[in-house]
C-alpha cells in the first residue's frame, strides 16, 4: 500500500469520522433546541398544541404568542441555567427521545423531575425594570431568590395541554 | 473472508450513512440514529482500524 494510500484510509477512517460527528452533534444539539423538534415528539402535541392555540391564557402560549421569547420557546424556559444547565438538558432530553421510541421507563404522567427554578424566570425577567419595581415582587424578592417561593405559584396556568 | 480495513470501510461508511439524514433535517429519529447507531460504527470503524495498525507493525517487526 503506497503512503498516499495510507494518508486517504487515515483520513476516511480517522479523520472525516471525527469532524462529521463534531458537526452533527453540534447541529443537530442546535436543532434540538427548536420548539419543532419537541413537537416531532407524539407525547408533547398537546403541549405545542397549546402553545400555538390563539386563545390560550397559560403562561406558555403567551410567551410564545406575543414573542417574548424570540426563539426556542420550550428550551428557553426548560434549561437550567447552571454551569452544566444546557448540557445537563439534553442529555436528558436523549434519554427521553431513547425513553420514547423504546417505551421502557416511559411515565404515566409527564411531569418535571424538580420543581421549576425561578432561576429560568429570573434569567429574563430578574433584570427587568418593571419587574423589580412592582412592589408585589420586591416583597417577596427574597423567598424568589433562595426558590422558597415559587414564580409559578401565583403565575398559573403554565402550560394548559388539552387531551 | 474481507480484511479488518475492508469491515472498518464499511462500518464508518455506515456511520455515514447515518449522519446524512442528521445532518439534512434533524429530527428525535434521524438523531437517534446517529447516536445511537452512527457513532458506535465509527467508534467500531476505527478501532478495527487501529488493529489492522497494530497487526501490521507487529508483522514488520516494529511492535
Known amino acids: ?24 452533534f453540534s447541529l443537530s444539539f442546535h436543532r434540538a433546541e427548536q420548539v419543532r423538534f419537541c413537537a416531532d415528539c407524539h407525547t408533547m402535541t398537546p403541549w405545542v398544541d397549546d402553545l400555538h392555540n390563539p386563545t390560550s391564557k397559560s403562561l406558555a402560549a403567551m410567551h410564545y404568542r406575543n414573542r417574548w421569547i424570540l426563539n426556542d420557546q420550550c428550551y428557553t424556559c426548560h434549561v437550567d441555567y447552571g454551569f452544566l ?9 436523549m434519554r427521553h427521545v431513547a425513553i420514547y421510541y423504546t417505551g421502557i421507563g416511559m411515565p404515566r404522567k409527564i411531569k418535571l423531575y424538580h420543581p421549576f427554578p425561578n432561576v429560568n424566570c429570573l434569567q429574563c425577567h430578574g433584570p427587568a425594570a418593571n419587574f423589580q419595581n412592582d412592589p408585589v415582587h420586591a416583597a417577596v424578592m427574597k423567598a424568589l431568590l433562595a426558590n422558597e417561593l415559587s414564580c409559578v405559584t401565583c403565575h398559573e396556568p403554565i402550560h394548559t395541554p388539552e387531551g | 473472508m474481507p480484511t ?4 472498518a470501510l464499511i462500518s464508518v461508511g455506515l456511520g455515514f450513512f447515518l449522519a446524512l439524514p442528521c445532518i439534512i433535517d434533524t429530527t428525535p429519529i434521524t438523531m437517534c440514529l446517529f447516536f445511537f ?3 458506535p460504527l465509527f467508534g467500531l470503524g476505527l478501532l478495527l482500524y487501529a488493529y489492522a495498525i497494530f497487526k501490521d507493525l507487529r508483522r514488520h517487526g516494529v511492535l
Open chain 1, 1 to 24: 500500500m503506497s503512503t498516499r494510500e495510507k494518508l486517504l484510509l487515515l483520513f476516511v477512517l480517522a479523520v472525516a469520522p471525527a469532524l462529521v460527528t463534531l458537526a452533527t
Open chain 2, 4 to 7: 479488518l480495513i475492508e469491515v
Open chain 1, 85 to 93: 444547565g444546557p448540557i445537563e438538558t439534553k442529555l436528558v432530553s
Open chain 2, 37 to 39: 447507531s452512527g457513532v
